[in-house]
């Protein structure tokens, strides 16, 4: 990781490894010198510099020794050309021959097409190029990929060669010239071979080979005679080693085929090789013909090369294994910032992650060095694949500080990978930019337990919520324009601009003759519909008073909880009161949340009803003609960005839906892939928003619904400073720390363990595994987790555990990851808390009975009722008063609103005084963030 920060510093210009390494544990030396950028390689042992040298392309650093050696030859006067040179060793350092140059051409875009198309496994190069324009060969045989190269020309396979790794693909000619060798019976090793010729297709990878299967190998023009056991020859002039030149009994191996004149042939001419084949053969004991040698076997060793090419596809396609490399923690005491601990890890290159997890490059698209996309298609590919163990971590009813959810789910999933050597995921919400800019911070985790780079992951990310603002605004801005322009034109006029001659003819779109559909009208011609059909089709008839779609940004501001719209003179006079949502509270960021596919995406958002008509009935995104142009806008968003946390374990991050005004959980896409590459032995570790009677509840109730996916366990994050507040504590608050929790209290500890033991409740009526996870702060006391552990285990918690990973990093949630594993031996019996038939009052009141403790509930209803309920609440308490702690019961639940979420699926009743958006505090963590200008660096994030 140190090598990536060197190769991306500007003013950093060479990097020497020092051999051998220094290290405790053996480390392959070749992976670190090939980490090193060949443009910074001065000591010339990255493969690719090793492979230009192998092949004669001098353009990149040379090895240091070796030239060094030559230069040294150089300055003594003795000439090098036609030399007799012997090199005693054949190490990697030291190696020699030449080829040549040409030029570059658009054919590599057709070559990048085929390297990225996994139902090729081969690509050939023709040689000699045929082409009208001179192109540079080198280059075109390295636009190959390496994995697809099977004539072995790319650089960096025969630079493998050259330096006796023989894991990639062998140039096909050569490798089939040491097969006929071995063939004859003539052993190799110790024999004294020489090749005629070097370039780089025949004479220089043959030479190669011959010394790696322990041959004394001279390479030679035309002075070297009668010394050779093995004799190659490659150097394309016809019949130009004589009989007189070969050593008795010698194996002679003819890789040269040219065309002679001969007036005895139909065509004139005749195919010979580089040796004079009549002679020879009275000579040698072995000696391929030409034609009719070295051909055949070429093609032999094509064919074996495409079959293994194949075979390593197919591997690589089902890879079930993981080849993690985990970064290593400089824990620190005192814990420092957040910022700084994760300024101070070098996160790998994203591309080098995915495919440590088996993730192929056609499936990632990269968003910088450190965070990609990755496509859909990968679960097509891994379809066949065991899901993995599932689980979900919840809380108990949190402070407005949080109780570490994120980092705990973060420090669970570094402990399973880095410390119990299991496949694991850490699935997350993208975060809003609500409450990074307003009270709460980030939500990348904590202390050594954070995804990183934290500053992408807290921000923009991939532009995801971006998008989502986009759609969710221009389908506001169609909606109150349909409403205007209803209002200030006739049937006739609306008919004209909505289905407008084109070229003399008018067409209904595709989303128009859906509408026609729906309104029962199957003609399909615009001009046969009567007046009365055109009135049914352009009016929509918006009642103003009754829009429920709002605008939303994805910042914190309270002066948008309640607007005006339309005040301009250009509007007519057509105003209307209207409101602003936070971007996360938007419904097609819960339709991102839920969604499977892009066409059950498009479904899901032309089903979404932005108002009503002034009878009643309900108006979609498809009716004012939106479908397709928000899928437009939002088709990337349903890609999952793949990032890591501090210890280099993979985490997807994807959608962010609130807990207490929408459902509160990340994608069902992103769990799904993440279940797919951990494959039956590994584990996905996912999120709920908030505590469990909120983020919990409408995860098994809303989500597990959708995904037909079963969790193995809940992990429940729980505090002493959270059960000191609902013992009686005073509020807690970012900065006053109250000696109540500062120092130890089991008075009042104790008073605030129902708060526990009630959401330890919740989550057994869903018969699953619950674990409790103590999320260790510096104030806490053994006697304070000692009473904690003994309070769960006789709630029913099968196991409660103290995490130290803020801390700690991964080590400090082992025992954890322990509890994890144990409890996924468990056969889960899960059932939902309610059925989907039941009416929606009695849904309602299950809910608020069963998770909250409520006695009863005040509501009234209207909407679609086979559908699941989405209760929007305060998240600071079990109840719909955020005042009123610990574990209340038998109160009175206030259900204000009701409204259709269609698209999403879900009803949402509005339990007590919430607000869709957030305001500002009075000192707003915006007084600590700042862009440094000279280092462009982001300070105080956290």
């Not at 190269?149 to 960096?156: Q, S």
């Not at 008795?248 to 191996?253: D, E, M, R, S, Y």
């Not at 349903?638 to 990032?643: A, D, G, I, R």
Request: with cysteine; aromatic share 6%; hydrophobic share 40%.
């Amino acid at each position: 990781m140190k090598l990536s920060r060197l190769n991306n510093d500007p003013t950093i210009h060479g990097i020497i490894v020092q051999m051998p390494l220094d290290c405790v544990n053996e480390i392959d030396a070749h992976l670190i010198t090939d980490s090193v950028s060949p443009d910074k390689d001065v000591d010339g042992l990255n493969t690719i510099n090793e492979g230009r040298v192998c092949v004669g392309e001098m353009t990149g650093f040379l090895p240091c020794t070796p030239n060094g050696c030559i230069e040294l030859i150089k300055r003594t006067g003795v000439p090098i050309a036609g030399a007799n040179a012997v090199v005693l060793g054949r190490s990697k350092i030291v190696g020699t021959p030449v080829s040549e140059l040409l030029k570059w051409n658009h054919a590599t875009v057709t070559l990048s097409r085929l390297n990225n198309d996994p139902t090729i496994h081969g690509i050939i190069v023709q040689m000699p190029l045929d082409c009208v324009n001179e192109i540079d060969a080198h280059l075109i045989t390295d636009s190959v990929s390496p994995d697809k190269d099977v004539d072995g020309l790319n650089t960096i396979n025969e630079g493998r060669v050259c330096v006796g790794e023989m894991t990639g693909f062998l140039p096909c000619t050569p490798n089939g010239c040491i097969e006929l060798i071995k063939r004859t019976g003539v052993p190799i090793a110790g024999a004294n071979a020489v090749v005629l010729g070097r370039s780089k297709i025949v004479g220089t990878p043959v030479s190669e080979l011959l010394k790696w299967n322990h041959a004394t190998v001279t390479v030679c023009h035309s002075k070297t005679t009668k010394n050779a056991d093995i004799l190659v020859v490659a150097i394309g002039k016809p019949e130009f080693v004589r009989g007189d030149w070969i050593k008795p009994g010698a194996v002679v191996i003819d890789c040269g085929i040219n065309a002679v004149q001969d007036p005895t042939k139909v065509s004139g001419q005749r195919l010979v090789g580089d040796v004079c084949y009549e002679e020879a053969r009275q000579v040698a004991s072995y000696i391929t013909p030409v034609p009719g040698g070295v051909g055949p076997m070429t093609v032999a060793m094509l064919m074996q090369n495409t079959v293994q090419s194949a075979e390593n596809a197919y591997k690589k396609l089902l890879k079930m294994s993981w080849d993690l490399q985990v970064l290593p923690l400089n824990l620190q005491k005192p814990v420092p910032s957040d910022i700084e601990i994760a300024r101070s890890q070098v996160p790998k290159d994203v591309s080098f992650l995915a495919s440590e997890v088996g993730i192929i490059p056609e499936e990632v698209s990269l968003y910088g060095t450190k965070k990609a996309k990755i496509s859909l298609s990968i679960l097509d590919r891994l379809k066949n694949n065991v899901d993995g163990k599932y689980i979900v971590v919840a809380g108990i009813t949190p402070t407005p500080l949080g109780e570490g959810k994120s980092t705990t789910l973060v420090g669970l999933a570094q402990a399973l990978t880095a410390h119990k050597n299991k496949k694991a995921f850490a699935c997350l919400r993208q975060p809003s930019q609500g409450p990074t800019f307003g009270i709460k911070g980030g939500a990348a985790g904590g202390g050594y337990a954070q995804v990183i780079p934290m500053e992408d992951f807290n921000l923009h990310l991939t532009g995801d919520i971006h998008a989502i603002t986009a759609a969710n605004n221009l389908l506001a801005a169609q909606l109150d324009a349909r409403f205007f322009h209803e209002a200030t034109q006739t049937d006739a006029a609306l008919y004209e601009r909505l289905v407008p001659k084109i070229k003399g003819e008018r067409k209904f779109s595709k989303i128009q003759r859906r509408r026609l559909d729906r309104l029962g009208i199957t003609k399909t011609d615009p001009d046969t519909l009567t007046s009365d059909e055109v009135a049914k089709f352009v009016r929509l008839n918006i009642d103003p008073a009754n829009v429920v779609w709002t605008r939303v940004v994805d910042i914190n501001d309270r002066y948008l909880r309640k607007i005006t719209v339309g005040q301009a003179s250009t509007e007519k006079g057509f105003m209307r009161e209207t409101s602003f949502s936070i971007s996360v509270a938007s419904e097609l960021m819960a339709i991102l949340a839920l969604t499977t596919s892009l066409e059950d995406m498009k479904q899901r958002i032309a089903k979404i009803v932005v108002a009503f008509d002034k009878a009643g009935n309900p108006v979609t995104a498809d009716d004012l003609g939106m479908t397709g142009a928000m899928m437009v806008l939002l088709k990337d968003t349903l890609e999952p960005t793949l990032m890591q946390t501090l210890e280099g374990t993979p985490v997807f991050v994807h959608a962010g839906p609130f807990a207490n005004i929408a459902h509160g959980c990340n994608s069902i896409i992103a769990d799904n892939i993440a279940l797919k590459l951990v494959g039956k032995e590994g584990y996905v570790v996912t999120e709920a928003g908030f505590g469990s009677d909120i983020g919990m509840e409408k995860f098994f109730n809303i989500k597990c619904r959708t995904s037909k996916k079963v969790p193995n366990a809940i992990v429940l994050v729980a505090t002493v400073r959270a059960l000191k507040m609902h013992g009686g504590g005073p509020p807690v608050s970012a900065g006053n720390t109250r000696k109540e929790y500062t120092e130890e209290n089991l008075e009042l500890l104790k008073k605030g363990l129902p708060n526990l033991i009630k959401h330890i409740s919740n989550g057994l009526k869903y018969k699953v595994p619950v674990l409790v996870s103590i999320n260790a702060h510096q104030y806490d006391t053994p006697a304070e987790h000692e009473m904690i552990r003994e309070a769960a285990r006789k709630a029913g918690a099968l196991a409660c555990v103290v995490s130290k990973h803020w801390s700690e990093g991964g080590a400090g949630a082992a025992a954890l990851a322990d509890a994890v594993i144990k409890a996924c031996t468990e056969k889960s019996k899960f059932k939902f808390l309610y059925n989907l038939d039941l009416s929606i009052e009695d849904k309602i009141i299950l809910i608020a009975k069963e998770m909250y403790g409520a006695g009863s509930v005040d509501f009234n209803t209207r909407g679609y009722k086979n559908l699941p309920i989405c209760m929007a609440k305060t998240q600071l308490s079990l109840s719909g008063n955020p005042e009123l702690k610990g574990a209340p019961t038998d109160f009175k639940l206030p259900v204000t609103d009701l409204y259709l979420s269609a698209g999403a699926g879900f009803i949402v009743a509005i339990a007590g005084d919430i607000s869709k958006m957030p305001g500002l505090p009075t000192r707003p963590c915006v007084y600590d963030i700042d862009l440094n200008t000279e280092t462009g660096e982001i300070e105080g994030l956290f």
